[in-house]
């Protein structure tokens, strides 16, 4: 069965750094786009980042852009989200999620299938 297991979180000061990992197991990873959509207490999900089948696109949340990247090793069926400069503002529970097709789709949950359990990233002011 499709898996997806997030590490990484964690407490941080705000301007320091984390990256976030996401092993995929259960599918053939290189043939779907995955994503990262976040959750703070009280609020909807939101995406945050997607990359295609081979990496060679990505898409980030305009919030995040030169803070945020996201990448791919298809060879160890892990997706990472490098995390820099945070914010108390991006202080949520990161969830690792497939696309539901090899290109990225739109920054909705609805164009994801599967999703980790998610990983909590506390920002401190």
């Known amino acids: 069965q499709v898996q997806l297991v997030e590490s990484g979180g964690g407490l941080v000061q705000a301007g320091g750094s984390l990256r976030l990992s996401c092993t995929a197991s259960?599918?053939?990873?290189?043939?779907?786009?995955m994503g990262w959509f976040r959750q703070a207490p009280g609020k909807e999900r939101e995406f945050v980042a997607a990359?295609?089948?081979?990496?060679?696109?990505?898409d980030i949340r305009d919030s995040v852009k030169g803070r945020f990247t996201i990448s791919r090793d298809n060879a160890k069926n892990t997706v990472y989200l490098q995390m820099n400069n945070l914010e108390p503002e991006d202080t949520a529970v990161y969830y690792c999620?497939?696309?539901?097709?090899?290109?990225?789709?739109?920054?909705?949950?609805?164009?994801?299938?599967?999703w980790g359990q998610g990983t909590q990233v506390t920002v401190s002011s």
């Open positions: 259960g599918f053939t990873f290189n043939r779907r786009a």
């Open positions: 990359i295609s089948w081979t990496g060679g696109s990505a």
């Open positions: 999620t497939r696309g539901r097709e090899r290109q990225i789709g739109a920054p909705v949950p609805q164009d994801y299938d599967y």
